[in-house]
């Protein structure tokens, strides 16, 4: 037995493992941006909306209404990045194949060819042949799962920041209606 195999097979196995927990970690980390997303909305829906604002003639009522729209700008930017985290690479992990593909596919063709060619060590060869095919099954999976996991928590990051310059622009424009109901 190939014991230098079996280490990377574990080494791969522990790589795999750690990209399905940062998987599950982008799905448990939307629920608070969501939230804070739709108070923005709220909040903003309630500016754009508030009657007593509406007969001011004053050039900070020109900059409540360029403060909205920066407002409104970034939260669509947030929404675009959210999406991009949530639905647009749900389809893209990679898994191992089923079952019976391998029982039926790998390892009877393998079993096969080691009898076939390697009568007296067909059980170790057949055996290193299924390493190599788990090391290449880990090795794919691995590397897409990383990239995937990777974009996915760039947008996520941006996301993040993208929520952080809403609520700075949603404080502006809260500090100017509070300033302009107060004229």
């Known amino acids: ?3 230098s195999k079996d280490y990377v097979i574990s080494l791969l196995r522990d790589k795999y493992e750690y990209e399905q927990k940062r998987k599950e ?3 448990s980390s939307l629920g608070t941006p969501i939230t804070v997303l739709s108070a923005l909305f709220a909040g ?3 500016v754009v909306s508030d009657s007593s604002l509406i007969g001011i003639n004053c050039s900070l009522v020109t900059i409540k209404w360029i403060l909205v729209i920066l407002l409104l700008i970034a939260l669509v930017v947030t929404l675009i990045f959210l999406f991009v ?9 990679c898994s191992f194949p089923d079952s019976n593909t391998v029982y039926n596919g790998d390892f ?3 079993e096969q060819y080691a009898k076939e060619n390697y009568p007296e060590t067909s059980e170790e060869v057949l ?6 095919r788990a090391i290449e099954w880990y090795l794919d999976c691995n590397n897409n799962n990383t ?11 941006y996301a993040k920041l ?3 310059i809403s609520l700075s622009i949603g404080l502006a424009l809260l500090i100017l209606i509070c300033f302009i109901k107060s004229i």
């Open 147 to 157: 990239a995937v996991n990777d974009t996915r928590g760039n947008s996520l990051f």
């Open 85 to 93: 985290v949530y639905f647009g690479f749900k389809r893209r992990y």
């Open 162 to 164: 993208s929520i952080c």
């Open 44 to 46: 903003s829906y309630f």
């Open 1 to 3: 037995m190939d014991t």
């Open 108 to 110: 009877k063709a393998l």
């Open 127 to 132: 055996m290193d042949n299924l390493k190599d």
């Open 25 to 27: 970690d982008f799905e």
